[in-house]
């Protein structure tokens, strides 16, 4: 398992789209804002929270399905369900390598593209934070979407389809805690039930994604 | 070492073999031949566990290493990393012997992606040798490969079952093997839709 994942890192650094994409794709949106709403010092504070949120989100989407869309094009998700190795584990070793390529990425740069949007600093380090605990939820549920979709032609947009309604609660906890944050609130209780979706997620969707990889590959 | 009795199979709904029985023992390699569109492809994806067989059991001692048509390489990865991973995976034997045995030493280093095919394949076939299984299950194995390939895949498959290992495969080439030649045209099944389609999807 921990071979897999080291495995998929090594492919995602050297194939280029892993690490850069997600990342350059979030910047550009978030620079846009300003451009869109206007130079507003106050009005960009006020959407600040649930842009760079929708943002991470957006990002993390890009590369859903290349993380077993590429094994299965060549073979290697067949040679990898023969092996020793639990279609569950293949699961988890996939989601963590992408959330080590693209949610751990965003979730440190966040912060300071919030200063793009006149995010105060403790917004932003709670932008951090629940961006740490948050986006293993967008990487566990996204596979688990990619496991569903495996083989059907064109089934990015799909894959985009099934997956967004998941990422709502994620998001509107995201959100608030970034929200809470910027008004000088507490926001522990939503950092709390972010990190509850993200360990149901770990919990439950090896399970579903195991079973769906098998009928899949059947 | 491997044992399927009266195993039917189907694919994609469609019933193909039909009450297949056959017994593997060690030393011994089989041969599957039977003309295009049989269910070869199919008896060996049972085998190897990818997919349900409709009927009938498939029990074995060993673990079962499989190697498909498509290789499952890396481009990106060097030949010695790509064979490493597997060896990994299954916690085999050193890739370094894998290498030698076919002839692929010059080439570690090199990227998978800038392989030839038939360089590509030999890299799938010392898959096999890195993963320590007893039972290999190949599908055509043989592709791609020219005569004094084919002699050198004959070498290390011989060596494998002289040590104990067994090996199920299909292809058109007569490798003279210890085992036998297993032809399956005997066994089509009447080509229907498969009444057990809906409860295989429902399991």
């Not at chain 1, 080590?100 to 740069?109: C, K, S, V």
């Not at chain 2, 990106?76 to 490493?84: C, H, M, R, T």
């Not at chain 2, 280093?109 to 039972?135: D, I, Y």
């Not at chain 2, 299950?137 to 592709?143: F, L, R, S």
Request: hydrophobic share 50%; charged share 10%; aromatic share 6%.
């Amino acid at each position: 398992m921990i071979q897999l994942f080291m495995r998929d890192i090594g492919l995602a650094v050297r194939s280029g789209g892993g690490f850069g994409l997600a990342l350059i794709f979030f910047l550009i949106v978030v620079v846009l804002i300003p451009f869109a709403l206007g130079p507003d010092q106050s009005a960009l504070a006020l959407v600040a929270p649930g842009v760079l949120w929708l943002g991470a989100l957006l990002a993390c989407l890009l590369s859903l399905d290349r993380i077993f869309g590429l094994d299965y094009e060549d073979g290697s998700l067949d040679l990898l369900a023969s092996s020793p190795l639990p279609l569950e584990s293949v699961y988890l070793a996939k989601a963590a390598a992408h959330w080590f390529t693209t949610g751990l990425p965003l979730a440190l740069a966040a912060p300071l593209l919030g200063v793009l949007l006149n995010l105060r600093f403790d917004a932003g380090m709670a932008l951090c934070f629940s961006l740490l605990l948050g986006t293993p939820a967008l990487s566990l549920i996204g596979a688990f979407g990619a496991t569903l979709t495996l083989g059907i032609k064109r089934g990015g947009l799909l894959l985009s389809l099934l997956v967004l309604p998941l990422y709502v609660p994620t998001l509107i906890f995201g959100a608030q805690a970034v929200r809470s944050a910027s008004l000088g609130q507490p926001f522990d209780v939503p950092l709390v039930l972010i990190l509850a979706i993200s360990l149901g997620a770990a919990a439950i969707l090896p399970f579903a994604s195991g079973a769906a990889l098998r009928i899949n590959l059947r | 070492m491997l044992q399927v009795s009266n195993l039917s199979v189907a694919r994609g709904g469609i019933s193909l073999l039909h009450d297949v029985s056959f017994s593997v023992q060690p030393g011994q390699a089989l041969v599957l031949r039977g003309a295009n569109g049989i269910g070869k492809t199919s008896l060996l994806r049972c085998i190897a566990g990818l997919q349900q067989p409709i009927s009938g059991t498939i029990s074995g001692s060993e673990t079962v290493a499989y190697a498909a048509h498509a290789d499952g390489l890396k481009g990106q990865l060097s030949v010695l990393e790509n064979l490493k991973f597997w060896s990994e995976v299954y916690g085999g034997p050193d890739p370094k012997s894998a290498l030698a045995a076919y002839d692929l030493q010059e080439l570690a280093q090199r990227s998978a992606a800038n392989l030839s095919a038939g360089q590509k394949r030999r890299l799938g076939l010392a898959r096999m040798l890195v993963t320590g299984c007893g039972l290999w299950v190949m599908d055509e194995p043989t592709v791609s490969l020219d005569a004094q390939n084919v002699a050198l895949f004959r070498i290390v498959l011989q060596a494998h079952l002289q040590s104990g290992g067994a090996a199920v495969l299909t292809t058109h080439i007569d490798l003279d093997l210890s085992g036998e030649n297993l032809d399956l045209t005997g066994y089509i099944a009447t080509a229907q839709r498969s009444s057990s389609t809906f409860e295989e999807a429902l399991e």
